[in-house]
């Protein structure tokens, strides 16, 4: 069975603004498990969606992470409302976060919601999450969507104030939960499915996993 196709582009086709700072809702875990616990009151299991989007530098695949206020990383995304669906849900969050104030829609929505990679649940009031509902939970608080969203060649980003917006190689992510959790460490997992195209800027696709292939094959010559 062949992997499925998955054209990206270079990093250097983008580019970054600034726009005003998105401020943290809330000033500390406890509040923020506390209003979890008020919105599953008000309408159940919370719903959210977050997006992998990647780029290629130096010929290998990275994925565009958020990191707030110089501490954590989080992917770009956010929480649903209850009547929103996930993909429209997830543009939505992406212009809020991303995307350029005032610009045409048409180019604040060029983003591309693709497949659904990961499902991650939180069956209690606290910061765990799962990739599976624990077989005593009847009712998990948060179900939460990682979707790959892919990109045009060029785009603008207008990026926070009080956040940075990194590319972070794929194999960074790998064996690296201490670092970055579970969520991310699990990103290379769930992109082994596709084989993935970097497009250069002169219009040739280059198979990054032939190149890996290449690369680790001419490795082993050398040693030789």
Known sequence: MSLESLTIYPLDGY??????????EDNSVTARLKRLEDQNDESGTRRSVEAIMLVTSHGFPHVLVLQVANAFYKLPGGYLDPLETDSAGLIARLNEQLGVPFS????????KVGDLLTTWWRPNYDTFYYPYIPVHISQPKECKKLYLVELPKNKTFAVPVNMK???IPVYEFY????????????IPYVLSKYDIYNKESNGVEIDIKSEAKNDAKNGDQDQK
């Open 15 to 24: 580019s970054f603004i600034e726009r005003e700072s998105q401020p943290d």
């Open 104 to 111: 045409p829609s048409g180019k604040r929505g060029d983003w």
């Open 165 to 167: 917006l990194h590319a």
């Open 175 to 186: 064996d690296n939960a201490a670092r970055y959790g579970p969520q991310f460490s699990g």
